[in-house]
């Protein structure tokens, strides 16, 4: 681990994060970003896919700026993201690339924008397209989310093909609708679907498509594009080269545009979260080592219970460590990770891979701040993005109808104090 006066290196003798003043902080690594980017980039090459970043895993625009020149566009799956993809994509020049959105929440006051922001919108059910079809923008190209059937992921919170899922029109109901309603068919030219998870090898993919082909027949046929979804995170050039070919295969038999809108790959391995030791203490036996972050700037480890990756952790190192957050929630705990040496206040530590959905989902629980973000640039310099601080804590949660707090100090000593008295959460 790094002490906060020595050298800060991590074991494998990479310096990790020389230079960032303060913990808690997301840190980027630009070469990561654009090596997964170039990665994609071969599949596509193989395989005559276009790819877009989905902006739900990390929206930051300093990260977009360095994304957007490796990919087609962007995908949204709101208003907000819709719009700052926009703002990132072409500034000044619209249209020039692609802007794909798909949700289930589409409301009736967005519509008309997103029509002017989108280049391609999927319907995530046959009602939301039947409402919101006839009043689209005929610029936008207009897709079908479909649920195919094929669960990929073995967790049911994680399985868009879960029962009753209401993510995605099942295919045969698709089918009818096609048949049915001429108007329709004539409009929707995609197709849509997310219904993968971390996949590093494009089996399910092949299942996928190859069951859409069998239910839709030349419904498919008719159409312009589709739209594979994310969840793919091919680990090597053979993994790449292996969705490459079962793309290309697909396109092969069924000549569409095809789009791929990955998020995680891109950049959560290129994220890490540098964290500091701020209490360490003894419990039934236990060190336990208190950090400056907590689930609430990783929700995932909360919501997966996986303790998650510490560069620092060595598996057969002596001195087992209890990580635990700084919140008040009892279970917010990181796990028992082993290090070389007792941990000590100041010690910094660097949760690995959480470069994806972990800033998007983290709140500022019990007042902490959030974690700032920082680039770690080609040359090696690190590059600050975003810090945010107790003026962005204070416009979150001051209410401009109530009265201005005129004073910090407490109206009364009474007043005062009852709020010591106040029950404490655990
Ligand atoms: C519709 C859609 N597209 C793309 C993605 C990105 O998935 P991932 O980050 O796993 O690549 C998601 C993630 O939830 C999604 O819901």
Request: glycine share 10%.
């Amino acid at each position: 681990m790094a002490r906060r006066a020595g050298p800060l290196t991590a074991g494998s003798g990479m310096a990790v994060d020389a230079g960032i003043p303060e913990t808690p902080a997301f840190v980027y690594d630009e070469r990561r970003i654009l090596a997964r980017l170039g990665l994609f980039q071969r599949l596509c090459r193989a395989s005559g896919a276009r790819l877009l970043y989905s902006i739900k895993a990390q929206p930051l625009t300093g990260l977009l700026a360095l994304i957007r020149p490796g990919v087609s566009g962007f995908a949204a799956s709101s208003l907000f993201e819709a719009r700052l993809a926009a703002e990132a994509l072409h500034p000044g020049d619209p249209g020039a690339a692609a802007l794909h959105l798909t949700t289930p929440g589409l409301r009736a006051a967005d519509i008309a924008e997103l029509g002017r922001l989108c280049t391609a919108i999927s319907f995530n059910s046959l009602e939301q397209c039947r409402r919101f079809l006839p009043g689209l923008n005929p610029a936008v190209a207009a897709g079908i989310r479909v649920n195919p059937g094929l669960s990929a992921a073995d967790d049911l919170r994680y399985d868009p093909c879960r029962p009753a899922s209401k993510l995605g029109v099942p295919l045969d109901e698709l089918r009818a609708a096609l048949a049915a309603e001429p108007a329709l068919a004539a409009r929707i030219d995609g197709l849509h679907f997310h219904t993968h998870f971390d996949g590093r090898e494009p089996g399910s993919l092949r299942d996928t498509l190859a069951r859409i082909e069998a239910l839709l027949g030349p419904r498919l046929q008719a159409l312009r594009w589709i739209n594979l979804g994310g969840g793919y995170n091919p680990r090597d050039i053979a993994q790449a080269d292996a969705f490459g070919a079962a793309i290309r295969a697909f396109r092969e038999r069924c000549p569409l545009a095809v789009w791929l809108e990955p998020g995680n790959a891109i950049v959560g391995g290129a994220g890490s979260l540098a964290t500091t030791v701020v209490d360490t203490f003894r419990r039934d036996g236990q060190a336990v080592a208190v950090l400056d972050t907590g689930v609430h700037h990783l929700p995932a480890v909360f919501e997966y219970q996986r303790p998650p990756c510490v560069r620092e952790a060595r598996p057969d190192a002596p001195h087992a460590w209890l990580l635990a957050g700084s919140s008040c929630l009892a279970g917010d705990l990181f796990g028992v990770h082993r290090f070389a040496e007792p941990l000590r206040v100041g010690d910094r530590l660097h949760v690995t891979d959480v470069g994806a959905y972990a800033l998007v989902k983290a709140s500022r629980f019990n007042g902490h701040d959030l974690p700032s973000v920082w680039l770690r640039e080609r040359a090696g310099r690190l590059r600050l993005l975003k810090a945010h601080g107790y003026a962005e804590y204070r416009r979150q949660w001051t209410t401009p109808a109530s009265p201005a707090i005129r004073s910090l100090e407490p109206a009364s000593p009474g007043l005062a104090a009852a709020d010591e008295r106040a029950p404490a959460c655990s």
